[in-house]
Each structure stands twice: as C-alpha cells, then as structure tokens.
C-alpha cells in the first residue's frame, strides 16, 4: 500500500522553527518521484509552498522564500520541509505530495499552529 505520512507539526511561537517529515512506503520510492509540501488554511485553497523535482531542483512559495527549506534523503526514502522564522500567517495543515506522470499521492495532512 503507497502511502505518505506526514509527522512534525506542532504548535510554536512566531520566530519559532519546525522540521516536517514525510516517510514514504510502498511504492513509492521518493527518488523517482516529484515530491512537493502544500498547506491549507481554514478558509483557503490549498498552495504549494515548496516542491523538489526527481532531479533536485526546488521551488518555493515567494512568501516562504529564504525561511523554508525543502529536502529529500533518497537512503530513508523520506522529504523534509525544514520551517524558520515562522509567522502567524503560516499556520494551516501542511500535507507532502508525490506525483510521477498521472500519479498523484497526498499523505493525510499534520497542523502546524504558529501564535503571534
């Protein structure tokens, strides 16, 4: 069974930092696939804040450039989205992405709460 799971979300004052994890299983095998963090806020429509291609290029959300930092570990088949200088405005449940083709998985989601 391919699945994403998300994990590192939390509650953290403004300034703060938090490291998001997705471990992937199954089949899907991280270095093969186009693997992306997006988040949705209460009201909102979902945005991508930051993707990694298979060929490790990254892309990121203008307004998380310079704070968040997107990476893979290929050996523990695993995505990190690594979070400084948090801003009340980020606060949504952030859920990892992995797309290959037509193939498109989402992992079930994890709250990160950022208070002012």
């Known amino acids: 069974q391919a699945q994403l799971v998300e994990s590192g979300g939390g509650l953290v004052q403004a300034g703060g930092s938090l490291r998001l994890s997705c471990a992937a299983s199954?089949?899907?095998?991280?270095?093969?696939?186009?693997m992306g963090w997006y988040r949705q806020a209460p009201g909102k429509q979902r945005e991508l804040v930051a993707d990694?291609?298979?060929?490790?290029?990254?892309n990121y959300l203008d307004s998380v450039k310079g704070r968040f930092t997107i990476s893979r570990d290929n050996a523990k088949n695993t995505v990190y989205l690594q979070m400084n200088s948090l801003k009340p405005e980020d606060t949504a449940v952030y859920y990892c992405?992995?797309?290959?083709?037509?193939?498109?998985?989402w992992g079930q989601g994890t709250q990160v709460t950022v208070s002012s």
């Open positions: 990694i291609t298979r060929g490790g290029s990254s």
């Open positions: 199954g089949s899907i095998f991280i270095s093969i696939y186009d």
């Open positions: 992405n992995a797309k290959r083709g037509s193939y498109n998985r």
